[in-house]
Nanobody, 118 residues
Framework: QVQLVESGGGLVQPGGSLRLSCAAP????????WTWYRQAPGKERELVAR????????TYADSVKGRFAISRDNAKKSVLLQMDSLNPEDTAVYYC???????????WGQGTQVTVSS
């Protein structure tokens, strides 16, 4: 069964770092656009970072520019989100989404909780 599985979330102090992973064993990474979203309590889901199917272009929300980095590990068939200098406003459930570049079919992971608190 084709699915995405996020991991790496947890509780971290302000200023700390986490690395999220979106495992995609049934996917050919280069056939999809990959996006990390997040949803905080009481707020709408928002785009955090995106990487194109070629891996050549990345896009970030203004609130995370310079702190977060999206990348792909083709060997491990994973999409990563390195998060540094975390602050309490980064607290949310983080989701991974894949969109096929030809069919535009979408897949979502189940989400991983990130909590930034002292």
């Amino acid at each position: 069964q084709v699915q995405l599985v996020e991991s790496g979330g947890g509780l971290v102090q302000p200023g700390g770092s986490l690395r999220l992973s979106c495992a995609a064993p049934g996917f050919t990474l280069s056939e999809y656009v990959w996006t990390w979203y997040r949803q905080a309590p009481g707020k709408e889901r928002e785009l955090v970072a995106r990487i194109t199917s070629t891996g050549s272009v990345t896009t970030y929300a203004d609130s995370v520019k310079g702190r977060f980095a999206i990348s792909r590990d083709n060997a491990k068939k994973s999409v990563l989100l390195q998060m540094d200098s975390l602050n309490p406003e980064d607290t949310a459930v983080y989701y991974c989404k894949a969109v096929h570049t030809v069919t535009w079919r979408e897949w979502w992971g189940q989400g991983t909780q990130v909590t930034v608190s002292s």
